[in-house]
């Protein structure tokens, strides 16, 4: 393992509860399940996972509950290599995610549990861990002092600082100058920037509207339409999605965050950690689970099979 390459990520852990179906309900029908799964998830923990599979060192800061699932939520990041020593136990429930699987998409329900119960002490207590990690990972699924407590903390300590707003919940724009690169999808841009979202234009257009507000680097996912991104130096540019076997969705856009602080923290260029990270996150798509398919990284640096869906809408990029 390359000591070089130090994350930490503050986030939330859960247990997913995955309902395979044919179709999804419509509100007030019952449906049957083909298949159901008891899957390690939680955005924070997903991103410590995909992290860790490529060969970072991870630290999560997280909670969990007293409940039975605790116990294995915990030793599944140990497993896939994640230091868990800055994991609280609460007393109640651990957070648990309901996620419908169907059509190749799916739909979440998350209730928060232990996650909730972080604090912005929490934070202050592991002190330590700012002053050695490269890259701060940071998603919404804890509470936004936390959130913001973690981006003051990496700060201090003139760390980068990625925050993916997920699930989408507006925040100040005094929190700008602590995020180096935000990286919303569609709906939470949209959310972000209070402007629908549809076509290209939509998004090159929000971006533009966050980065006048002071956000600096912004990537966008927008699933298999690829990414979109607004660079620091007010450059936009796409980079086209692989078109993949979609087994499951769930945890593509951690798999992508976990990948691009990876390669951040590596010293690549933003174009080229996007360009890593798309990978990474089509390789997880092909596989179930939001940890477990989460790729290792000789299947991401070696003959990578896929071919993109469509060239990039103004070339390949660079910057
Ligand atoms: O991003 C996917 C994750 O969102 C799932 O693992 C689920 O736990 C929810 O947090």
Same mark, same amino acid.
Do not use: C
């Given at each position: 393992?390359?000591?070089?390459?130090?994350?930490?990520?503050?986030?939330?852990?859960?247990?997913?509860?995955?309902?395979?179906?044919?179709?999804?309900?419509?509100?007030?029908?019952?449906?049957?399940?083909?298949?159901?799964?008891?899957? *390690?998830?939680?955005?924070? !923990?997903?991103? &410590?996972?995909? $992290?860790?599979?490529? +060969?970072? %060192? #991870?630290?999560?800061?997280? @909670?969990?509950?007293?409940?039975?699932?605790?116990?294995?939520?915990?030793?599944?990041?140990?497993?896939?290599?994640?230091?868990?020593?800055?994991?609280?136990?609460?007393?109640?429930?651990?957070?648990?995610?309901?996620?419908?699987?169907?059509?190749?998409?799916?739909?979440?329900?998350?209730?928060?549990?232990?996650?909730?119960?972080?604090?912005?002490?929490?934070?202050?207590?592991?002190?330590?861990?700012?002053?050695?990690?490269?890259?701060?990972?940071?998603?919404?699924?804890? *509470?936004?002092?936390?959130? !913001?407590?973690? &981006?003051?903390? $990496?700060?201090?300590? +003139?760390? %980068? #600082?990625?925050?993916?707003? @997920?699930?989408?919940?507006?925040?100040?724009?005094?929190?700008?100058?602590?995020?180096?690169?935000?990286?919303?999808?569609?709906?939470?841009?949209?959310?972000?920037?209070?402007?629908?979202?549809?076509?290209?234009?939509?998004?090159?257009?929000?971006?533009?509207?966050?980065?006048?507000?002071?956000?600096?680097?912004?990537?966008?996912?927008?699933?298999?339409?690829?990414?979109?991104?607004?660079?620091?130096?007010?450059?936009?540019?796409?980079?086209?999605?692989?078109?993949?076997?979609?087994?499951?969705?769930?945890?593509?856009?951690?798999?992508?965050?976990?990948?691009?602080?990876?390669?951040?923290?590596?010293?690549?260029?933003?174009?080229?950690?996007?360009?890593?990270?798309?990978?990474?996150?089509?390789?997880?798509?092909?596989?179930?689970?939001?940890?477990?398919?989460?790729?290792?990284?000789?299947?991401?640096?070696?003959?990578?099979?896929?071919?993109?869906?469509?060239?990039?809408?103004?070339?390949?990029?660079?910057?």
């Amino acid at each position: 393992m390359n000591a070089e390459k130090r994350i930490l990520v503050v986030g939330s852990i859960n247990m997913d509860l995955v309902a395979e179906m044919t179709r999804p309900p419509v509100m007030g029908e019952t449906v049957l399940a083909n298949a159901l799964h008891h899957l *390690p998830g939680g955005k924070g !923990a997903n991103q &410590a996972v995909a $992290a860790a599979r490529l +060969g970072a %060192r #991870v630290v999560f800061l997280g @909670a969990v509950g007293s409940d039975p699932f605790a116990a294995s939520l915990i030793e599944n990041l140990k497993t896939a290599g994640v230091a868990t020593h800055r994991i609280r136990t609460v007393d109640g429930p651990s957070g648990i995610a309901l996620i419908t699987l169907a059509q190749g998409d799916n739909q979440i329900i998350i209730y928060p549990g232990a996650n909730h119960a972080l604090k912005p002490e929490d934070v202050l207590q592991a002190e330590e861990e700012f002053k050695t990690a490269q890259v701060v990972l940071l998603q919404f699924e804890i *509470p936004l002092p936390v959130v !913001a407590q973690a &981006a003051r903390s $990496a700060k201090a300590h +003139g760390r %980068r #600082v990625i925050v993916n707003p @997920a699930p989408a919940q507006a925040f100040p724009t005094e929190w700008f100058p602590y995020i180096d690169v935000l990286t919303p999808n569609r709906e939470e841009l949209a959310t972000l920037s209070e402007m629908p979202v549809e076509r290209p234009s939509d998004v090159v257009q929000a971006m533009r509207k966050l980065k006048a507000q002071g956000a600096r680097a912004i990537v966008t996912t927008l699933g298999d339409a690829g990414v979109a991104y607004l660079n620091a130096d007010g450059e936009a540019r796409f980079v086209p999605a692989y078109d993949v076997p979609v087994v499951d969705t769930t945890g593509a856009g951690d798999a992508f965050n976990g990948a691009l602080a990876v390669a951040l923290a590596e010293g690549r260029s933003l174009y080229a950690s996007i360009e890593f990270a798309n990978r990474v996150a089509a390789l997880k798509v092909t596989r179930m689970g939001a940890q477990a398919g989460m790729p290792r990284r000789e299947e991401v640096d070696g003959n990578f099979a896929w071919r993109t869906r469509r060239p990039a809408e103004d070339g390949s990029g660079s910057e």
